[in-house]
């Protein structure tokens, strides 16, 4: 059975920090691309950062970079995303996918779609 749990979400003040975590299971996780998306009420799901867990390659979105960090750890089928100085347009419902795409632009640019999802975390930034 194919698994994705996201973990480490909740409710931090602006300027603060949180590391979300998706742990994936039930199929090859270094052949397939990570991304973690968001979705805000009333808002359309957006791509905030991808990971080719085969090369490392990763994407930020340009509302996010230099203030997100996404990691992987093959060895735990574990991708991590380390958000700081976090502000309250973060406020979202984080989902982990994954797709087999080697395009990492295109699939958290929201253009390839994602053959596994998680449920979603919950983050909210108090102003």
């Known amino acids: 059975e194919v698994q994705l749990v996201e973990s480490g979400g909740g409710l931090v003040q602006a300027g603060g920090s949180l590391r979300l975590s998706c742990a994936a299971s039930g199929f090859t996780f270094d052949s397939y691309a990570i991304g973690w998306f968001r979705q805000a009420p009333g808002k359309e799901r957006e791509g905030v950062s991808c990971i080719q867990s085969r090369d490392g390659d990763t994407y930020y979105a340009a509302s996010v970079k230099g203030r997100f960090t996404i990691s992987s750890d093959n060895a735990k089928n574990t991708v991590y995303l380390q958000m700081n100085s976090l502000k309250p347009e973060d406020t979202a419902v984080y989902y982990c996918?994954?797709?087999?795409?080697?395009?990492?632009?295109?699939?958290?640019?929201?253009?390839?779609?994602?053959?596994?999802w998680g449920r979603g975390t919950q983050v909210t930034v108090s102003s």
């Open positions: 996918a994954a797709s087999m795409t080697r395009d990492t632009w295109h699939y958290c640019s929201g253009y390839t779609q994602s053959d596994y």
